[in-house]
């Protein structure tokens, strides 16, 4: 049966391919040339002669004209014509820019990270940079041929991870899928179907007196990369700071004399606060004032500490060292 006019059709496209149907759709119309006009030469003849003219032309323009000319696009090639047929059905259902059907999950991820995601506290922000590592096989796929097959065996493949690491992958999901259906690349929000695997919750820990005093008896370690951090444990085991917190605080927010930090949360504005600093680790934190810097917490040169670097250049090392398999939110 042929499809209305302007609907798009399916073709057989030439040679040994993987996806041989292509679904095209009409986006414009070339209009033949129009034909000169020769009143003209009513002036330049008789008007018997000038009337066999005219009609002459008249009929020859009648016996060669052409219609005007689809311009087609394709908006995807298919392993069998069902699926072509599939995609230029949902294309009329809901039309879209084809100029944006290419575009992949990664993509998409790289205009919401500079648009978005950048400027978001630390913490907010590796909910997005580590969920996204996360879905490297998403990576490359165009954002129109990724299904919920394909959101739920990614979030499968991390079942055994906890509640709220599944629950980042999926708030990345709806992230870019808003962002697509938003700018009429796709039609159907699958990152709202995806399911989470339920996990045990594991009781978490915290810090052993035996533990706090091998931290208390080691504050002058240092890790292989040469890194002197073990304050920044005491400080948060004795605070119940997030390391977020602690590694953002300023020396202008320290109250030494009064013995009191003004903490400026990374979750939410209600998580702003003021802590209280224990008579215990008041030398510690007097050192780091000493050191003169901006923050309280920073590396040879006054360079920032960033979560990544505090990991991988020292808690990671320390927790080898001493035995202690606790996070940095064990210290809370």
């Not at 320290?254 to 003004?262: E, S």
């Amino acid at each position: 049966m042929k499809n209305p006019n302007g609907y798009g059709t399916i073709k057989k496209l030439n040679g040994a391919r993987r996806r041989p149907y292509g679904a095209y759709i009409t986006t414009d119309y070339d209009m033949p040339e129009s034909w000169p006009d020769i009143s003209f030469l009513a002036d330049a003849l008789p008007p018997e002669l000038f009337h066999d003219v005219q009609q002459c032309y008249e009929s020859y323009k009648l016996a060669n004209i052409q219609p005007a000319k689809q311009v087609q696009k394709c908006i995807g090639t298919y392993e069998n014509k069902r699926d072509a047929m599939l995609a230029l059905a949902d294309y009329n259902r809901t039309p879209y820019d084809p100029a944006n059907s290419e575009i992949t999950f990664s993509e998409i991820y790289g205009i919401l990270y500079n648009r978005e995601f950048k400027d978001l506290k630390t913490s907010m922000r590796q909910v997005y940079t580590t969920s996204f590592k996360k879905c490297e096989i998403l990576h490359n796929m165009k954002i129109r041929d990724i299904k919920l097959s394909h959101l739920q065996g990614v979030m499968d493949k991390y079942s055994e991870f906890s509640t709220s690491a599944q629950t980042n992958i999926k708030i990345l999901f709806h992230a870019i899928f808003n962002y697509a259906i938003e700018n009429d690349i796709i039609s159907r929000d699958y990152s709202k179907f995806v399911k989470i695997s339920p996990t045990p919750e594991k009781k978490k820990k915290p810090f052993s007196k035996k533990e706090i005093q091998i931290i208390r008896e080691n504050l002058e370690w240092a890790s292989p990369s040469g890194a002197h951090m073990m304050d920044i444990v005491l400080v948060m085991l004795y605070t119940g700071m997030r390391i977020g917190e602690v590694l953002a605080i300023r020396c202008e927010d320290v109250h030494i004399a009064g013995r009191w930090i003004a903490v400026h949360g990374t979750k939410t504005a209600a998580a702003d606060r003021i802590v209280p600093i224990h008579r215990d680790i008041i030398p510690v934190i007097q050192a780091r004032l000493d050191a003169g810097g901006e923050l309280l917490f920073e590396r040879a040169g006054g360079k920032e500490i960033n979560y990544q670097y505090f990991m991988t250049n020292y808690y990671n090392d320390f927790k080898k060292c001493f035995g202690i398999d606790k996070t940095p939110h064990a210290c809370r």
